[in-house]
């Protein structure tokens, strides 16, 4: 069996058709017992108090904004170079999802910031390019919604995809090119060191995988969505032709 | 039950409001549409299919 058998529509749709259940269920128990355990059972942090509880919502959704965007590059470059329609599709079904988690990323850092840096907003490197991945992710979905060609749009969506992993990447990796500016490194580290604290890492870590997990549900969902949306509008132009 | 969130209750509460806020906001669109889309699909094919 191999991985190109779901670029057809058809089996695409069949075998998400018996996944998405367990995979509802999965992410909203990971994403609620996360959630549940930092929230409730986590002490405050000794330097940042209870605001360390909105750890569980800023990482797995920063993760998420950005990963999002590099599964929109590999399912674009799929459809560059191979012209599977469901790549493309499904790179569009990820966008709002990346857009929401790049969102809740800013929103909740400007919340977390203000307290702890005294602003809610600076021209750091790390959040001024998670503010242009921001518009990055507008665009793209703009572009898709602008071009009627389906085929046109996926085009000219790849390229832009392309260019927008410059930002996805400076995002991921700004605090490191840029030694400065206000955000931190990395929350989560191997090195023992610079990692945060286990009592505050294993609930994060939950919170992660169903991050995760939702986005996959989502993305499965929503590409199922646009292959029928795509068939519909191609019944509907035959019918206009045989009348 | 509710944790003491001292000086802090108002940034993490509402951290935590805006974030379940935009996830259901998505949540329910994803939910609305596909089911729409679904719906529209099956009748356009059933339309079809009787007119040949």
Redesign the interface.
């Known amino acids: 069996m191999s991985i190109w058998e779901y670029a057809n529509p058809k089996k695409f749709l069949r075998s998400t058709e018996r996944v998405l259940p367990p995979l509802w269920l999965g992410s909203a128990v990971l994403i609620t017992g996360g959630?549940i355990w930092g929230?409730?059972f986590t002490p405050?942090d000794y330097r940042q108090?209870?605001?360390v509880?909105?750890i569980y919502?800023?990482v797995p959704?920063a993760l998420m904004a950005i990963n999002a965007w590099f599964m929109m590059l590999v399912a674009s470059l799929i459809w560059v170079i191979r012209r599977h329609h469901v790549s493309a599709l499904a790179a569009r079904a990820a966008a709002?999802?990346g857009l929401?988690m790049t969102?809740?990323a800013l929103?909740?850092g400007a919340?977390?910031g203000?307290?702890m840096w005294g602003t809610w907003w600076a021209w750091d490197p790390r959040l001024t390019s998670f503010l242009v991945l921001f518009l990055f992710y507008l665009g793209y979905i703009a572009l898709w919604q602008a071009i009627d060609d389906p085929d046109t749009a996926a085009d000219l969506t790849s390229i832009l995809c392309l260019v927008g992993s410059v930002f996805a990447v400076l995002s991921r990796y700004a605090v490191n090119f840029w030694n400065q500016g206000l955000h931190q490194g990395a929350s989560l580290s191997l090195d023992k060191e610079e990692n945060v604290a286990d009592v505050f890492a294993y609930p994060l870590y939950v919170c992660m995988a169903g991050f995760i997990l939702?986005f996959i549900v989502?993305v499965l969902?929503?590409t199922?969505?646009e292959i029928?949306?795509r068939?519909?509008s191609a019944?509907?132009a035959?019918?206009r032709m045989s009348e | 039950m509710m944790p003491d969130l001292g000086k802090y209750g108002d940034t993490v509460l509402s951290a935590y409001g805006v974030s379940l806020l935009l996830l259901l906001v998505l949540l329910v669109l994803t939910l609305r549409r596909g089911a729409k889309v679904r719906a529209a699909l099956r009748d356009v094919e059933h339309r079809v299919g009787r007119n040949g």
């Open positions: 959630l929230f409730f405050d108090g209870a605001t509880k909105i919502l800023h959704s709002p999802v929401v969102l809740i929103l909740t919340i977390w203000q307290p939702l989502l969902y929503r199922g969505t029928r949306a068939r519909m019944l509907l035959r019918e």
